[in-house]
């Protein structure tokens, strides 16, 4: 049952609040807890369980704040904690205050949200709003669940509430609904009454997650067969230059698709929601996909322009460039199968090191650019300045641990040399070391809630981008060249059974394996794969055939103290040892008061 004090969150499904409103509901929220939080305290008190600080009256007196709001407090307190982080990294004296704030408000974030009525979670987390941002503006319309996502919200993205919003959205037992004006709605999607084959064969099922997720990994997977065959080409030809065959054709014709899709999902992200979609590994993709097309553009070259004497040269570059992708795509396999919760959590590690290692290189390109200017002026002194690349060489060998001591121009070049190996190898390497070491020791301790923070992340971005009809690459193509031209000259209805007809024929047969599935082997509507895939179900804790079991009197008795008994002097693990030190004083104060009044009354009444 969900706390009274909560109740609030019960009445704001009709209101909509305004940016100003948010806003100011904000600044009250910041107000509260530069109140409760004065000075600074142990970060890690403040995510306990049984806190001392975030208290049930704490989370009460919050809950009441947001008055007719209550349905925003989440995601104002998710943007209070944001605000918090930009005053701790702008004012490094209060750091470690502004940084306590954060995280209660997150603290307090995780515990309204458990505490809402269960009806009414999807909405809590789905609605979305606008705030006004330090300019002016409005900022972009988000989510509760978005915004955590956004931020990175360990603490908010691994409670249960929040899991059990992205597992629902992950099976596919929620859906998102694209309404007006970018707003959206997470909505039950309703089985089939009659389990059969053709109910459950709907288009719409590409759009859930997991089955995304599982057809983009079959079609990477046939993405780097074709590029492998296609690399492999040239050893096969006499003369590749009138030779496009169709390994290439599904090659590019694939990284077209590829690069339509991502560059559609990542303005749309941009432009309505945020600009921290533009990560490391959109980077990775972007140069992934521009080698590719650089290589096809080389190759048409090479075919248009048969008679030119550089055609051999065209052809031959067009092969290198291709071949230089090679490590890039091996590198965005991670990012194909990081469902898997070991892969996903080493590609959190990899991406924190990378962060990490930020100051690492600018340390590094200060120091290359002041010892290549110093080397590069001793090799002018003579007058002759030939070897400019040639000591760049060198100082990066001597970074790779290969130093060429034999490329010094004289003895202070020598000594310069010296004093750029002892830098780089004792200093700068240690430094890095230590960063990744760091890192990693971070993400490892905090394992389980990063994952679960990234895994939601993954599921989300599957669905922000709002488009009713998916089209996984490379099918987005016929989407883009034979269904969308028709999309402004014909009816909604029209327009969505052509969709539909479309999606039928072209994901047959991964819809066919859905329907399978979801028809005879889902473990939510199986007995047999669900007592084989969930042997450990969960009982009903508060069950009293559980708690009192009756068995045959000749095996003898179990229940000869009752369960309410046996629990009777359990401690109470949801209060801190604070909190029941100050109930049992208060409970004692209270005892003492009464026999006090009782003794006042004693001599009066005699």
Known sequence: MADPEAASLLSTKSINPSPETLSKLVKRIRALTFKLLPVQVDLASLSDPTSRIITPNVI?????????????????????????????????????????????????????????????????????????????????????????????????????????????????DWVQVNNKDNDIDYVPRHAAEEKSWWRYADPSLMSIPRYQNAFRIVIWFFFLFVYSQAVRQPLEKVDPRHDFDVFEGFLYSMTLAFSFEETHTLYTTLKYFTFKAFGFWTVVGLITNSLIIAAFVLRMMGIFAADDPRADLWHFRSFQVLACASPFLCMRVVTVVDGFKYIGTMQICVARMLQESTIFFVLLSVLLIGFYQGMYALDAADGVT???????????????????????????????????????????????????????????????????????????????????????????????????????????????????????????????????????????TNAFTRA?????????????????????????????????????????????????????????????????????KGPSSA
Request: with cysteine; glycine share 4%.
């Open 60 to 172: 009460s007196a919050y809950a009441k704040a947001a008055g007719d709001f209550g349905e925003a407090l989440p995601y104002c307190l998710l943007r209070a904690r944001q605000t918090f982080i930009w005053d701790a990294n702008h004012n490094a004296a209060d750091y470690d205050e502004h940084m306590g704030r954060a995280i209660a408000c997150e603290v307090l974030a995780r515990r309204i949200v458990h505490n809402c009525p269960p009806e009414r979670l999807n909405s809590l987390m789905s609605t979305r709003f606008r705030h006004k941002e330090w300019d002016g503006d409005d900022s972009s319309l988000s989510s509760a669940l978005e915004l955590a996502i956004d931020q990175h919200c360990t603490i908010f993205l691994s409670s249960n509430e929040a899991q059990f919003v992205i597992s629902a959205l992950w099976r596919g």
């Open 386 to 524: 030939n070897e400019g690349p040639k000591v760049v060489h060198s100082l990066l060998q001597a970074l790779l641990q290969a130093p060429d001591f034999s490329a010094t121009n004289g003895a202070f070049g020598l000594a310069l040399y010296y004093l750029w190996c002892l830098v780089t190898t004792i200093v700068l390497l240690n430094i890095l070391i230590s960063l990744f070491a760091s890192a990693y020791e971070d993400i490892v301790d905090n394992a389980e809630a990063q994952y679960l923070a990234f895994f939601a992340g993954k599921t989300v971005a599957m669905i922000r981008a709002p488009d009713s009809y998916v089209y996984p690459a490379p099918f987005n193509l016929v989407e883009a060249f034979l269904i969308a031209p028709f999309e402004p000259f014909i009816p909604t209805r029209a327009y969505a059974k052509l969709n539909r007809i479309v999606m039928r024929f072209l994901f047959w047969i991964p819809l066919s394996l859905i329907a399978l599935f979801e028809a005879t082997l889902d473990p939510r």
């Open 532 to 600: 084989w895939f969930e042997p450990n179900e969960e009982e009903d804790e508060d069950n009293p055939d559980y708690q009192d079991p009756e068995v045959d009197e000749e095996d003898g008795k179990i229940t000869r103290t009752s369960f309410k008994e046996l629990i009777k002097d359990f401690p109470n693990t949801s209060l801190s040892m604070e909190a029941t030190i100050i109930n049992e004083i208060q409970s004692l104060k209270k005892r003492i008061d009464e026999l006090a009044a009782t003794l006042e």
